[in-house]
């Protein structure tokens, strides 16, 4: 069956760095445009951080351009988020999400925690 598994969030003081991971499988991974998207108490889903199925072009949301890059490595099946310079206002769930055509699949999430 599909699944994603998000890893790497945790608490990190502001100006700290943490790497999300997502491992999929059960879906050909190398066909589907892979994002991150986070969740904060209160507000709704937002995208974060998306890269094209080859990893030729990828793109962000204005409040984390220049801090968060994401990466995919298609032979490991696996997407990832590195996350620098985070602000309190990074504080959410992060999930990963597959998307291609009219199929798209959602992770678990995994908490992130910035601390002022």
């Known amino acids: 069956q599909v699944q994603l598994v998000e890893s790497g969030g945790g608490l990190v003081q502001a100006g700290g760095s943490l790497r999300l991971s997502c491992a999929a499988s059960?879906?050909?991974?190398?066909?589907?445009?892979m994002n991150w998207y986070r969740q904060a108490p209160g507000k709704e889903r937002e995208l974060v951080a998306g890269i094209a199925s080859s990893g030729g072009s990828a793109n962000y949301a204005d409040s984390v351009k220049g801090r968060f890059t994401i990466s995919r490595d298609n032979a490991k099946n696996t997407v990832y988020l590195q996350m620098n310079s985070l602000k309190p206002e990074d504080t959410a769930v992060y999930y990963c999400?597959?998307?291609?055509?009219?199929?798209?699949?959602w992770g678990q999430g995994t908490q992130v925690t910035v601390s002022s």
């Open positions: 059960g879906f050909t991974f190398r066909l589907y445009a």
């Open positions: 999400h597959a998307r291609r055509v009219l199929h798209d699949y």
